[in-house]
């Protein structure tokens, strides 16, 4: 029904800036909820940031002021903008996508931040 396809991770330093891209394809209802979760190894999964259609943002206490999310609607495509980077924010990053009740992901970008 829903593809996601993330886009933009790498390695960088710390201090250091990447946008993450996330198109989605498939069936795009307008309830639906886009947003960016991470992974780090040997944790949870843990929500980094999600934006409804309306602009209603929310996000992770860590990372408040350094990531913004925003999203084209026309291209079904959401962003992640992180700044200020540090090694707590390596992670496997994955795209989100929320009808009601289900929830579609994608395979995930990695985000390596060195110190």
């Known amino acids: 029904q829903v593809q996601l396809v993330e886009s933009g991770g790498g390695l960088v330093q710390r201090g250091g800036s990447l946008r993450l891209s996330c198109a989605a394809s498939?069936?795009?209802?307008?309830?639906?909820?886009m947003g960016w979760y991470r992974q780090a190894p040997g944790k949870q999964r843990e929500l980094v940031a999600t934006?409804?259609?309306?602009?209603?943002?929310t996000y992770a206490d860590s990372v408040k002021g350094r990531f913004t999310i925003s999203r084209d609607n026309g291209k079904n495509t959401v962003f992640l903008q992180m700044n200020s980077l540090n090694p707590e924010d390596t992670a496997v990053y994955y795209c989100?996508?929320?009808?009601?009740?289900?929830?579609?992901w994608g395979q995930g970008t990695q985000v390596t931040v060195s110190s």
């Open positions: 989100n996508l929320k009808r009601a009740a289900y929830n579609f």
């Open positions: 934006l409804a259609r309306n602009g209603s943002a």
């Open positions: 498939g069936s795009i209802f307008s309830i639906d909820i």
